[in-house]
T-cell receptor, first 113, second 112 residues
């Protein structure tokens, strides 16, 4: 069973600080990595994807990928109360198929005003 | 710009009743999926359709059936609802297998 692990939290961060969310995965052959944001009672919304080692920046969000260590992270700069949500990490595993897209259980992020 | 649309948004069923959850996407995606999300369990794949005309079981298919009606529509049927099927159900679509998924707004189902 391919696994994607996230700390469930809650992770509490003061407004304006950097929020750092981490995710590890078990399949060394995984190729594609996604971060979804899910507000309470809403559906997951894609916010970032990353395929290559290193950093990818999009506005206040930066995704970081380290395939050798099998982790992917999401940094949120200048955190806002509206960033309070659950963040899901998703990984496409090397085996393919529908179960190739595996979701972590999510990290609950709270931005404190 | 609808994306993925699910109906209904809320439903209460009695044990043993049947119902069908509807899902439609207007993004010309080839693959569609049904997930359930329960507290502490994350998203679990029920069934998927890699392309029009095909369907396959996911991680938790028992008690469910699906139909890929055409490229746009993918329905999920509960033949005899059980309290264990109380959950939030999400439909999703992808351009192709193993690309980023886009989700519908979800159906909150309670079986009493």
């Amino acid at each position: 069973q391919k696994e994607v692990e996230q700390n469930s939290g809650p992770l509490s961060v003061p407004e304006g600080a950097i929020a750092s969310l981490n995710c590890t995965y078990s399949d060394r052959g995984s190729q594609s990595f996604f971060w979804y944001r899910q507000y309470s009672g809403k559906s997951p919304e894609l916010i970032m994807f990353i395929y290559s080692n290193g950093d990818k920046e999009d506005g206040r969000f930066t995704a970081q990928l380290n395939k050798a260590s099998q982790y992917v992270s999401l940094l949120i700069r200048d955190s806002q109360p509206s960033d309070s949500a659950t963040y899901l990490c998703a990984v496409i595993n090397s085996g393919g198929g529908a179960d190739g897209l595996t979701f972590g259980k999510g990290t609950h992020l709270i931005i404190q005003p | 710009n609808a994306g993925v649309t699910q109906t209904p948004k809320f439903q209460v069923l009695k044990t043993g009743q049947s119902m069908t959850l509807q899902c439609a996407q207007d993004m010309n995606h080839n693959s569609m999926y049904w997930y359930r999300q329960d507290p502490g369990m994350g998203l679990r794949l029920i069934y998927y359709s890699a392309s029009e005309g095909t369907t396959d079981k996911g991680e938790v298919p028992n008690g469910y059936n699906v139909s890929r009606l055409n490229k746009r529509e993918f329905s999920l049927r509960l033949e005899s609802a059980a309290p264990s099927q109380t959950s939030v159900y999400f439909c999703a679509s992808t351009r192709a297998m193993n690309t980023e998924a886009f989700f519908g707004q979800g159906t909150r189902l309670t079986v009493v």
